[in-house]
């Protein structure tokens, strides 16, 4: 193995937990918690989490308000010393979050088809375009919290940002269309309408 490449390798916090003796809430939190962090699970109730400061802080405040309830919980610092091994863990980590990440794109087109539904009907109405942005925000703070548990990357990531950047131009397009629609003007007739997304509702109030 690489001196230098294993200097440079990612360690691991190896995080034990069992809530048989705590309320049955707690089991909850902490399911809850560690899959916000996008834990690996080896088995039941262990699993790996890359040893990073704000991903150990929040364990540790985890494993005390465990040990709080009457549970138990232990973690580890390891280091995995064999190539394959490691390149395993990478994949697995990043399998989850590319799963993550496709149910972003497969539910991406439905707001597409619902600006489209809309468009082809002629209800270019700031109602559905506040309702839209609200749909786009959820998008949005859905793939930021994924985002945030992406260690290592995963590939799929790059596709659930085009889905939604996808999602955003159509918006654009459609708000476009809600401005002419009240202004009485094709969008194309009317270039000096063209605001900021966020900022267009507001513009004409």
């Not at 991903?55 to 973690?75: F, H, K």
């Amino acid at each position: 193995m690489n001196t230098e490449a294993a200097q440079d390798r990612e360690r691991f916090l190896l995080v034990s937990v069992s809530t048989a003796d705590a309320p049955s809430a707690t089991r909850v939190r902490v399911w809850r918690k560690l899959r916000s962090l996008g834990a690996l699970y080896l088995q039941q109730s262990v699993c790996l989490l890359p040893d990073r400061d704000g991903v150990r802080r929040q364990v540790t405040r985890l494993l005390a308000s465990v040990r709080t309830d009457g549970g138990t919980a232990r973690r580890l610092t390891v280091d995995i010393a064999d190539d394959a091994e490691y390149a395993q863990l990478m994949d697995e980590f990043n399998a989850q979050r590319d799963t993550e990440y496709g149910e972003v794109v497969e539910r991406a087109p439905g707001l597409l088809e619902e600006l489209r539904k809309e468009t082809a009907r002629g209800n270019a109405t700031y109602a559905e375009v506040e309702e839209s942005e609200a749909d786009l925000e959820r998008f949005d703070k859905w793939l930021a919290k994924i985002a945030a548990r992406d260690y290592f990357h995963a590939p799929g990531g790059a596709a659930a940002r085009e889905a939604v950047e996808r999602c955003r131009a159509a918006l654009a397009a459609f708000e476009a269309a809600a401005l002419a629609a009240q202004a009485g003007t094709h969008p194309a007739e009317d270039p000096g309408t063209v605001l900021p997304a966020s900022s267009k509702l507001r513009a004409v109030e």
